[in-house]
C-alpha cells in the first residue's frame, strides 16, 4: 500500500539523518520512539511528499501531565526534519505550523518542542512559528 511505501520512506529519512549521519547505525527512530510511531499516533505524524518522496516530517508526541491532581493534555513536538535536498523551502516550517494549529485546536495546554530539530539553520525557528512551551486558552 502507499501507507506502507511512505512509512518506509519515513523511517528511512528519519534514520539517515538522526541516526546514520551521526554515526548510529544499529539504532532507528521507529524502535527508538515507538510511542510516536505506533499506529495509534500516525495521525499526528505529518509529512510532506514531493515527487512520490517524503521529504520532510514532524510528529506530536502526546501525553498527559498530572499536577496537583489534575490531569493536562500536553504535547511534544518530536522528530522535525528535512531531507538536506529540500531543506531552506518552508517544509518543515509548515508541519511545525499545522501541529501548532492541531494542538491549539484540540486543547492541549501545554506544548513545548524537543530541542533536536535537524533544520539547515535552527536559528530563530521558536519565533518565527511562535512556538513555546506554553499554554491553551481553552
Known amino acids: 500500500s502507499n501507507r506502507d511505501a511512505d512509512l518506509t520512506q519515513l523511517s528511512s529519512l528519519l534514520d539517515d539523518v538522526f541516526r546514520r549521519s551521526r554515526g548510529m547505525h544499529d539504532q532507528d527512530m521507529f524502535t527508538d520512539f515507538p510511542l510516536v510511531f505506533a499506529p495509534a499516533n500516525l495521525h499526528n505524524c505529518r509529512v510532506i511528499i514531493e515527487d512520490g518522496v517524503v521529504v520532510s516530517h514532524a510528529a506530536l508526541w502526546e501525553r498527559e501531565l498530572a499536577v496537583e491532581g489534575t490531569v493536562l493534555k500536553v504535547g511534544e513536538i518530536v522528530a522535525v526534519t528535512t531531507h538536506p535536498d529540500y531543506r531552506l523551502r518552508g517544509c518543515a ?16 495546554m501545554i506544548w513545548a518542542s524537543c530541542e533536536s530539530v535537524s533544520l539547515t539553520s ?7 512559528l511562535s512556538l513555546r512551551v506554553g499554554g491553551s486558552s481553552k
Open 122 to 128: 535552527t536559528a530563530n525557528w521558536d519565533r518565527k
Open 93 to 108: 516550517t509548515s508541519l511545525m505550523r499545522d501541529l501548532q494549529t492541531t494542538m491549539h485546536d484540540e486543547g492541549y
